[in-house]
């Protein structure tokens, strides 16, 4: 990696649907290493957290996640980076402290309208009914089935790695609908990072409208969907060059 910080940054790197804090271990290491401090949380009902009831988990369940850690651990000019679902609760988030949030970061994510829930974006018109009856045969009529990592075209090296540590969605989550105003606006930066080896219709919309908002900077990275996996080198570059 090049490039030292002038000064040691706090980072926190949210996580999407169906991963959870571990998938930025390779991130958080380079980024410890230029001396900066680091927070890989689990979102309730996933990863290490899976055996909670997920129909109690939902997005606000999420967002009152991340803003605990910033009370608890009193974090302020912090960059926030959320992964794809992730982009959903960075931005629940920054509705509420704007003033310690330097940088808000999406990363290959959604970043939300007022009132819409993720399942909209992801899950539109037939497939949002599909997909509640994959729920309700599958998941126990509140859990959404891990994808294969293949879906994500993570690398072939790593797919067995993603595959084994991906768990189910709490459902809820995905159909909540945010409730947002403009209070991110507040915050000095804004970025988007797309994987351009995914092509997914909803997050590449996304990121054409993130090109077109003033004032974002917007990176484009070689890569599947799970951009922390397939190239965190070069994430971690772009993440120690934010203001």
């Known amino acids: 990696m090049t490039g030292l ?18 998938c930025y271990d390779r991130v958080a290491d380079r980024l410890r290493a230029l001396g900066h401090r680091v927070f890989t949380p689990t979102l309730a ?34 960059v926030l980076c959320g992964h794809s679902y992730g982009g959903m609760v960075i931005s629940g988030v920054a509705d509420q402290i704007p003033d310690r949030i330097s940088n808000l970061v999406f990363l290959d994510a959604v970043v939300p309208d007022n009132g819409a829930c993720m399942a909209d974006y992801i899950f539109p018109g037939w497939r949002g009914v599909m997909l509640k009856i994959m ?18 075209k993570v690398n072939k090296a790593d797919r067995k790695m993603v595959d084994r540590l991906m768990t189910s969605h ?39 409208r993130a ?33």
């Open 5 to 22: 910080p002038t000064s040691a940054r706090t980072f926190v790197l949210v996580h999407g649907a169906s991963h959870g804090g571990w």
């Open 45 to 78: 009902g996933l990863a290490e957290r899976s055996n909670e009831d997920a129909r109690q988990i939902n997005l606000t369940t999420h967002v009152n996640d991340i803003l605990g850690l910033f009370s608890r651990e009193d974090l302020h000019d912090v």
């Open 135 to 152: 729920v309700a045969l599958l998941g126990g009529g509140s859990r959404v089935i891990a994808p294969p990592a293949s879906f994500f």
């Open 170 to 208: 709490p459902y809820p989550s995905l159909r909540e609908r945010i409730s947002i105003g403009d209070q991110a606006d507040r915050i000095p930066g804004h970025t988007y990072i797309y994987a351009t080896e995914w092509g997914f219709p909803a997050i590449t919309e996304q990121f054409e």
């Open 211 to 243: 090109r077109k908002r003033p004032g974002w900077r917007v990176f484009e990275v070689a890569s599947g969907h799970d951009i922390m996996i397939d190239a965190p080198g070069e994430l971690s570059e772009i993440l120690n060059s934010l203001n």
